[in-house]
T-cell receptor
Framework: NAGVTQTPKFQVLKTGQSMTLQCAQDMNHNSMYWYRQDPGMGLRLIYY???????DKGEVPNGYNVSRLNKREFSLRLESAAPSQTSVYFC??????????????FGPGTRLTVT | LAKTTQPISMDSYEGQEVNITCSHNNIATNDYITWYQQFPSQGPRFIIQ???TKVTNEVASLFIPADRKSSTLSLPRVSLSDTAVYYC????????????FGKGTHLIIQP
């Protein structure tokens, strides 16, 4: 099992450009999540998908859109990148959103720089 | 209102037992407590989860008092490789509540 995979690993964008970050999991998990982590900070939730076909906003959704393409895949799109979106982006999945089964598995991250 | 509070940093030495405490005064009846570990340039990794009393696995123990307003992650006989950031989360339902990792506790282990 590959677990949670993310592409690309690194990306440099110019202000105003768009891009999509891809995430896939092979653990048959129901829930998937996108986080961003800025230097010296904890992870902040951007969007999550409790189950296939549903998506909801997290703490910092502005400037992002998501698509839960199927049970395996959850993509994050930046429509018009801004320097404030320079960050490391982590995708995660869990079997269930419930607290008692909420062990999250994280991908390796995508380092995004917006100039 | 922050759901959890942890020390920003801690230092210890190889071979020692390290205890990291997390405060969660507003924990709800259905909330579970989960701890994660993060190394530089990696995503967080699950360590342990519990609801009450004590939970132990191969890497750590989690102590939760009866009032559940705090919890303590215990790492036995730490090594240099335990230097990392440790996050405490509390969560029950399926919404976004309880999915903020905060700044965590930066644990530094010295020789």
């Amino acid at each position: 099992n590959a677990g949670v995979t993310q592409t690309p690993k690194f990306q440099v964008l110019k202000t105003g450009q768009s891009m999509t970050l891809q995430c896939a999991q092979d653990m048959n998990h129901n829930s998937m999540y996108w986080y961003r982590q800025d230097p010296g900070m904890g992870l902040r939730l951007i969007y999550y998908s409790a189950s296939e076909g549903t998506t909801d906003k997290g703490e910092v959704p502005n400037g992002y859109n998501v698509s839960r393409l199927n049970k395996r895949e959850f993509s994050l799109r930046l429509e018009s990148a801004a320097p404030s979106q320079t960050s490391v982006y982590f995708c995660a999945s869990s079997e269930s959103p419930r607290g008692d089964t909420h062990e999250q598995y994280f991908g390796p991250g995508t380092r995004l720089t917006v100039t | 209102l922050a759901k959890t509070t942890q020390p920003i940093s801690m230092d210890s030495y190889e071979g020692q037992e390290v205890n990291i405490t997390c405060s969660h005064n507003n924990i709800a009846t259905n909330d579970y407590i989960t701890w994660y570990q993060q190394f530089p340039s990696q995503g967080p990794r699950f360590i342990i989860q519990g609801y009450k009393t004590k939970v132990t696995n191969e890497v750590a123990s989690l102590f939760i008092p009866a009032d559940r307003k705090s919890s303590t992650l215990s790492l036995p006989r730490v090594s240099l490789s335990d230097t990392a950031v440790y996050y405490c989360l509390v969560r029950s339902g399926g919404g976004a509540d309880g999915l903020t990792f905060g700044k965590g506790t930066h644990l530094i282990i010295q020789p």
